[in-house]
């Protein structure tokens, strides 16, 4: 199978499951999640044409504190639904491969589809 690779932002604190904010604070960070994981997947070659089976969550961290990776998973889920919007497909069936950490210069995260044929 194919993959492809979606550049986002470090998730909003708002998002964590663990944070403890106001329901209009953690809509509009949502809502702000979904646009760029719409406009991420969009801006993608051949976008309207691909249809995804499963996917991966890789952080990149810029410091070495341990993260617990269930609560990166569940921050990522706008972004996961935002991509699903843009690709006119149901999330809940895509397979999850897990959430990997790296090391890098600044902070992101990368959601790696993998391609249905």
Known sequence: MSAL???LPWPPAAVSPNARVHWSEKHAAIKKMKGWAIWETKCQEDWP???AAGYRIV???DDR???DRDNLA???KAYLDGIAA???QDD???EFYGVAIEQGAEKRIKIILELAK
Do not use: E
Request: proline content about 0%; glycine content about 4%; hydrophobic content about 50%.
């Open 92 to 94: 809940s069936a895509w």
């Open 49 to 51: 044409h691909l249809k």
């Open 5 to 7: 690779t979606i550049n």
């Open 59 to 61: 952080a990149v961290v």
């Open 86 to 88: 843009a690709l006119g």
């Open 74 to 76: 569940a921050s990522c």
């Open 65 to 67: 504190r341990r993260r």
